[in-house]
Nanobody, 125 residues
């Protein structure tokens, strides 16, 4: 069983930055995928960025490329999302998710089994 706890959300003005953290507990090996997803009111949950726990290529949504960076600290079992140049359309509940790695790249679609409770990000114009 994997437990995920997000932190770091908040309210910022457009152009600002935030760093989200996701602390994992329980068994999470070097062969897991994990990443960040977000859901705005009235919209479907969408993948933001993903990475394999043992290292490997990251994936990110086109809407955040060049602005958001996913990273991890394997020793601390912690996932990060550095968000720069934030826009009002980035406002959403941000979730951390994890699941076993099944080969290829870590998916950006909603197929993960383990989810955190989310942290709210609000960007004002």
């Amino acid at each position: 069983q994997v437990q995920l706890v997000e932190s770091g959300g908040g309210s910022v003005q457009a152009g600002g930055s935030l760093r989200l953290s996701c602390a994992a507990s329980g068994y999470i090996s070097s062969s897991y995928c994990w990443g960040w997803f977000r859901q705005a009111p009235g919209k479907e949950r969408e993948g933001v960025a993903t990475i394999k726990t043992g290292g490997g290529r990251t994936r990110s949504a086109d809407s955040v490329k060049g602005r958001f960076t996913i990273s991890q600290d394997n020793a601390k079992n912690t996932l990060y999302l550095q968000m720069n140049s934030l826009k009002p359309e980035d406002s959403a509940m941000y979730y951390c998710a994890a699941d076993r790695y099944y080969g290829g790249g870590c998916p950006l679609n909603d197929v993960y089994n383990y989810w955190g409770q989310g942290t709210q990000v609000t960007v004002s114009s």
